[in-house]
């Protein structure tokens, strides 16, 4: 009797500290995760949030519209379904909307084109320590296209509809 005791003594006992070593080699894991995630989230912290900003000077990630004449309104991005959005660039497909001011900006009309939005560049944001903007959007159209106004060889203005243009986003 007193064997089968001591045998059920030693079994509790290899049980017990084998479920000690799974239990230190889990806390070990889930410390050596939490320094991870330690690193990962300063290592975050350090890298700068790169956004676009609204006619406001507001910075905004991903925003769903961009408007890019902050003046009256007249042309912007609405729409937006973003593909990517990394320091080198970000990229979104939607609709750029354009007033033709015919015959002028209060009566004229909008105008809807399908378009692919690139933007790039980059620079600090003022008084936003952390933060980059982007500095220039490239737009292309792949089905219909707005009229870019530009001087031809005769030094006349006439509109051109060109498949891309870039401009420079304010600041």
Known sequence: MKRGRFTNIAS?????????????????GAASASAAAVTRTDSAAAAPRHVVLNCVGKGQVKPGTITLACADGG??????????????LASAYGTE???DCTPNCADGHFHYYPVVAVLWGSAAVKGHRGERR?????????????????KN??????????ISQTLILAP
């Open 75 to 88: 042309i912007g991005l609405s729409h937006l379904h973003w593909t990517s959005w990394t320091p080198e």
């Open 12 to 28: 509790r006992s290899a049980v017990a500290a084998a479920s000690l070593i799974v239990l230190l080699v889990g806390y070990a």
């Open 97 to 99: 909307w354009e007033n």
């Open 134 to 150: 982007y500095t220039e959007a490239t737009l292309s159209y792949p089905k219909g296209r707005p009229p870019v106004y530009a």
């Open 153 to 162: 060889c005769a030094d006349k203005i006439v509109a051109t509809h060109p």
